[in-house]
């Protein structure tokens, strides 16, 4: 089995296979991972990918008969990734905000990454306007839960106005990725958490 290194922050973690063969969709989806963030989902055409790997169209086509799909594929093993590292914050967080801290600190260290392009869930609707396509639609699933499951943590702290507040935690964690790729990366983890606190406190007092 494949194992990754993940983070919160949708960035580019790496795969890191061990010696047993790895399967040939699998060495697809790794090498389109790897040319879909760094160069982006409509530059990368199919034939850079089978050059990649190094196998034949046929080959190529057989586990993924359309780009498209391919490009779905991509994006749910990422929306996979970002689940599994939540489910990982809490189990490592002692309480709820420690939680926040801990995504923000990930989002943090991946925008310092070599190589960091923001969040590509965001790059991705960047590119595919059509809210109906296959590749919004992974998108879109993927924030409805990613933004479900905020509202689920301020719910367990009983914030008022979760709902709400669960939107403007997204918003920031959105400019965090975007900030991170224009401007000093190291800032955002601070700049993140602070800034959440101040929305969080400042719910409980509106």
Not at 129 to 148: E, G, K, N
Request: hydrophobic share 45%; aromatic share 8%; with cysteine.
């Amino acid at each position: 089995m494949t194992h990754t290194e993940t983070s919160p922050a949708g960035g580019a973690p790496a795969a890191v296979h061990p010696a047993t063969k790895v399967p040939m969709r699998e060495r697809i989806v790794d090498a389109a991972t790897e040319l879909f963030y760094a160069q982006g989902l409509r530059a990368v055409s199919a034939e850079k990918i089978i050059a990649q790997v190094g196998i034949t169209k046929v080959t190529f086509y057989r586990h993924f008969p359309t780009k498209d799909e391919l490009i779905v594929a991509y994006l749910e093993r990422r929306a996979e990734w970002e689940r599994d590292a939540i489910a990982g914050a809490r189990k490592a967080a002692g309480n709820i905000p420690d939680v926040f801290r801990i995504v923000a600190q990930a989002i943090g260290a991946e925008s310092c990454r070599p190589g960091f392009r923001g969040c590509p869930f965001i790059n991705a609707a960047a590119e595919y306007a059509d809210p109906d396509h296959p590749v919004r639609r992974v998108v879109d699933t993927h924030r409805r839960w990613f933004r479900q499951a905020i509202q689920d943590l301020l719910d367990e702290i009983e914030v008022e106005n979760s709902a709400r507040v669960a939107d403007e935690l997204v918003m920031l964690r959105d400019g965090a990725m975007v900030s991170g790729y224009l401007s000093d990366p190291a800032t955002v983890a601070d700049a993140l958490y602070n800034a959440g606190r101040a929305v969080i406190a400042f719910s409980s007092r509106s």
